[in-house]
């Protein structure tokens, strides 16, 4: 409607462009210029210059990006103790300017990759730098796991480096696999190749090349599966509406252990692909099946911590609780929280469906995504192999990888005496003895 609103605002500033230089915020009317709440920083120029030339150049505010040239040469070390301590001045005067815009300021959510060197070490130094500037504030990072068949040979060092920062310094994180990212793009092609999703496919949309034909599997199809990873939002109003700290408040009952499993349901909120509109209770037994999981797991047979049910859509109150009922029986909850669950409602649904849903889960079936990530990272450490591109930084040492798989295997650890307990006889905890 081209109206600034409280949704907008959430992740937006209007801007006035009448005025010289930033221009002032309006906070009601008509929409002049929208600038993203949003700090784009990378190494290695390229991604941002694409960006800048792309559709959504006039989305981003050129004074807050930050670039270098030559990439951090997928090493962890570079990213972190070099690019960090250069930048950080910068970094901090960038947040810090993008903070002072916010009215109530939620949390901060961090996108960065774990398989390079800027993703994983200058990623998670900005993590650390925003709990040394803003302690009170949440931080939200949304990781991609590199796959197996990764093509940086270096990504498992990067990986546990980084996952010792994120057990330290996050308060919550989404785990999203390359893999499962693939395989779901994939999953598309064929529903789209088989004709099952009906005839129309949107030309030039983000499923398709710009040929506007199908793309085929051999390309890499990155701008679909960022495009999955870019539709968690919780930033419109709704009967039931749940703030973003609420999700640490609920999910995560022990700090280490804030590792959230997501699930999304339909997968192309973008209404790219002409998908028949699910019904509503079919959507919520998608959101527990593997299929359409951003991590290669199995909650189902796995232990709940807790599980967080975030609709989208004309939603009833009552249907959540119907299907959470119904589900309830085929899922395993820790003993002490049988009822953990949270839920949020709201009322405006993605462009072209009818609703959505997002799962998020605190859920033991992490483990393996860790424990592989864990023997990559064993398999070059044995033989010490590229260990010296890392040592000769500044300030890097080698009981910095000590340390940082002994992190990794504390935090398996603890998954462990979790999942000891499944299974085991539901105890009701002791209730005080009031003598009389």
């Not at 405006?348 to 023997?375: M, Q, R, W, Y």
Request: net charge negative; charged share 20%.
């Amino acid at each position: 409607k081209g109206i600034y609103d409280e949704a907008l605002s959430s992740f937006f500033r209007n801007i006035d462009t009448r005025s010289g230089g930033d221009g002032p915020d309006i906070y009601k009317g008509k929409i002049c210029s929208l600038k993203a709440r949003a700090l784009l920083i990378d190494m290695e120029e390229g991604v941002v210059n694409e960006i800048l030339q792309g559709p959504l150049r006039d989305v981003f505010d050129s004074k807050q990006l930050i670039t270098d040239v030559s990439g951090s040469g997928n090493n962890w070390a570079v990213g972190h103790k070099l690019y960090g301590y250069q930048y950080r001045e910068n970094i901090v005067e960038k947040l810090r300017k993008t903070a002072e815009h916010c009215d109530c300021l939620q949390c901060f959510f961090i996108i960065h990759s774990m398989g390079g060197g800027t993703g994983s070490g200058l990623g998670t130094f900005v993590l650390k730098l925003l709990e040394d500037e803003f302690p009170e504030v949440y931080r939200f990072v949304t990781s991609v796991y590199p796959s197996g068949e990764d093509d940086v040979i270096t990504s498992p060092y990067n990986s546990v480096l980084a996952m010792k920062e994120l057990n330290e310094h996050a308060d919550c994180v989404l785990p999203i696999e390359n893999e499962s990212l693939f395989d779901i793009v994939n999953k598309i092609h064929q529903m789209i190749n088989s004709g099952k999703l009906g005839s129309t496919v949107k030309q030039n949309s983000l499923v398709t090349s710009s040929a506007g034909s199908a793309k085929t599997v051999q390309e890499k199809p990155f701008d679909a599966m960022n495009n999955i990873v870019a539709n968690f939002s919780a930033r419109f109003e709704g009967s039931l509406n749940m703030d973003l700290n609420e999700i640490s408040m609920n999910l995560v009952p022990f700090p280490r252990l804030h590792y959230l499993v997501s699930s999304l349901t339909p997968l192309y909120t973008l209404a790219d692909v002409n998908v028949p509109s699910r019904r509503l209770d079919q959507m919520f037994s998608d959101a527990f099946s593997r299929d359409h999981q951003l991590i290669q797991a199995d909650p189902k047979h796995s232990l709940y911590l807790a599980c967080a049910l975030l609709v989208r859509g004309n939603v009833q109150v009552s249907d959540l609780r119907r299907n959470i009922e119904r589900l309830k029986p085929s899922l395993h909850f820790v003993s002490w929280n049988q009822e953990g669950w949270k839920t949020g409602l709201c009322s405006v649904p993605p462009v072209g469906h009818s609703h959505s849903l997002l799962a998020l889960a605190n859920n033991t079936c992490v483990k393996p995504t860790f424990i592989e990530l864990k023997d990559r990272f064993m398999k070059l450490y044995k033989k010490k192999a590229h260990l010296h591109h890392y040592l000769h930084i500044d300030g890097m040492e080698q009981s910095c990888f000590s340390e940082a798989i002994s992190s990794l295997s504390d935090l398996i650890e603890e998954y462990n005496e979790l999942d000891a307990t499944k299974g085991g006889p539901r105890t009701d905890p002791l209730r005080l003895k009031i003598a009389v």
